[in-house]
């Protein structure tokens, strides 16, 4: 009943609600965010992006999951429609620079902070390459991966965000450790 009130205080647009739901929920999501996309600054600009959708979006929260999960739902599915936009700009500089027409693009280092608590490597190196590797993955093995090792949900709770049966979040599960391990002796392999 507390959280129906809560949801109910949240559409009517009260403000304390909203200070109740960052507080919540803000160190979940940027702990998300991070966990896509290794890099302070756009993992804020992430959350607070998720903050303003569950804003503008609360009134279509329907109550057929947790609050919870309504929101990690939002929450990757920005983050994967970001890293989408980070692939497709890419791909544009690469065509650009095939045809010869060259357009400057930011190339600072997307990999700043490698400083989350999900990745516990040895160095930047490492941390990069691990990174990489998961975004091989497809995008359902990533969601299920990045949820369960790095944010530490349990694959009932990923089933309820992803709308996935428990045996499919674990199918997924397998499917990306045996992809991972694949990739990484590749990577290493290569380097030896």
Request: proline residues 2%.
């Amino acid at each position: 009943m507390q959280e129906e009130q809560f949801i109910q205080d949240l559409v009517e647009g009260k403000r304390q609600a909203f200070s109740q739901l960052i507080d919540n929920y803000q160190q979940k999501v940027f702990a998300t965010c991070l966990s896509f996309v290794p890099n302070k600054e756009d993992a804020e600009d992430l959350a607070q992006e998720v903050f303003v959708e569950i804003f503008n979006s609360i009134h279509k929260f329907k109550g057929d999951s947790k609050l919870s999960t309504w929101i990690y739902r939002i929450t990757t599915n920005k983050c994967l429609e970001s890293i989408r936009k980070q692939n497709t700009k890419k791909r544009f500089a690469f065509l650009q620079s095939i045809t010869g027409s060259l357009i400057p693009l930011d190339k600072a280092n997307y990999f700043t902070d490698m400083n989350h608590p999900g990745i516990l490597l040895e160095n930047k190196e490492k941390g990069e390459t691990l990174y990489q590797a998961i975004n091989h993955l497809p995008a359902s093995q990533r969601i299920v991966f990045t949820l369960h090792k790095i944010d530490g949900l349990s694959y009932k709770e990923i089933g309820e965000i992803t709308k996935k049966s428990v045996s499919s979040v674990e199918s997924l599960m397998f499917r990306a450790k045996k992809n991972l391990q694949e990739l990484l002796e590749d990577y290493y392999k290569n380097e030896s």
